[in-house]
C-alpha cells in the first residue's frame, strides 16, 4: 500500500532561521510527488511537482528535492508569512489512467517575527 | 476566473440527517475529485467523477455515501443519515484533463459537524 510519512508534525522557526521538512514515502512506481501549502480554513495550494530522483524545483524561499525515498522542503530565511501546514502527497504510476494521490498528515511551520 | 467553489463552507446537521455538498469546478475543468480529512489524518481520496460519469469511486464508503457529476450544475457530495464519524472536511479539486496531480486546484472545503 502506498504511504507518505511527514515528519516533524509542528515546527516552530525565528524569522530567518532555515530549515527542512521531510517527506518519507513508499510507492509501488512513483509517477508523481507533490507539496502543497494549506492555510487554516483553505484547500491545499500547489507549489511543487518532483518526477524523478535528483530533481529539483525552486519558489522564492521554498526549495523541494527528491530522492528515491523521500523529498525535502527547504525554507531559506522564512518569514512569517510562510506559517502554514505543508503537505506532501505522491501519485503511484500504474497501467490505468487514473490515481489517485496519497497525502501525508502535514507539517505545521509556524514562523515567529 | 474564479477558482473551485465549495458550498457551504460550514454545514451542522443532526444524526440521521442527510448531507449535500456542492462542487463548481474551475471554468474549463471537466474533471472533478472529492477528498475527505479527518481531524488529525491526512486528506484522503474518495471518487473522481468526470461529467456524468463516475470514474473511480475506490475510496468512497459502501454505504450511504454518493456522488454525481450532472451535465449542468454542480457535483454534488450526497451523505444519507449522517453519523458523528462523518464530521470532517470535505474538499472538492477540479483539473483539465490529463493534468495529473499537478492540475489540481482545491476547493476550501465544506465542514461538516454532525451533532
Known amino acids: 500500500e502506498d504511504q507518505v510519512t511527514q515528519s516533524p508534525e509542528a515546527l516552530r522557526l525565528q524569522e530567518g532561521e532555515s530549515s527542512s521538512l521531510n517527506c518519507s514515502y513508499t510507492v509501488s512506481g512513483l509517477r508523481g510527488l507533490f507539496w502543497y501549502r494549506q492555510d487554516p480554513g483553505k484547500g491545499p495550494e500547489f507549489l511543487f511537482t518532483?518526477?524523478?530522483a535528483g530533481e529539483e524545483k525552486e519558489k522564492e524561499r521554498l526549495k523541494a528535492t527528491l530522492t528515491k525515498k523521500e523529498s525535502f522542503l527547504h525554507i531559506t530565511a522564512p518569514k512569517p508569512e510562510d506559517s502554514a501546514t505543508y503537505l506532501c502527497a505522491v501519485q503511484a504510476g500504474g497501467n490505468t489512467g487514473f490515481q489517485k494521490l496519497v497525502f501525508g498528515t502535514g507539517t505545521r511551520l509556524l514562523v515567529s517575527p | 476566473n474564479a477558482g473551485v467553489m465549495q458550498n457551504p463552507r460550514h454545514l451542522v446537521r443532526r444524526r440521521g440527517q442527510e448531507a449535500r455538498l456542492r462542487c463548481s469546478p474551475m471554468?474549463?475543468?471537466?474533471?472533478v475529485y472529492w477528498y475527505r480529512q479527518l481531524p488529525e489524518e491526512g486528506l484522503k481520496f474518495m471518487v473522481y467523477?468526470?461529467?456524468?460519469?463516475?470514474?473511480?469511486e475506490s475510496g468512497m464508503p459502501k454505504e450511504r455515501f454518493s456522488a454525481e457529476f450532472p451535465k449542468e450544475g454542480p457535483s454534488i457530495l450526497r451523505i444519507q443519515q449522517v453519523v458523528r464519524g462523518d464530521s470532517a472536511a470535505y474538499f472538492c479539486a477540479s483539473s483539465p484533463p490529463n493534468s495529473g496531480g499537478s492540475g489540481y486546484t482545491f476547493g476550501s472545503g465544506t465542514r461538516l459537524t454532525v451533532v
Open positions: 467523477l468526470q461529467k456524468e460519469n463516475i470514474i473511480d
Open positions: 518532483l518526477y524523478s
Open positions: 471554468k474549463g475543468h471537466s474533471h
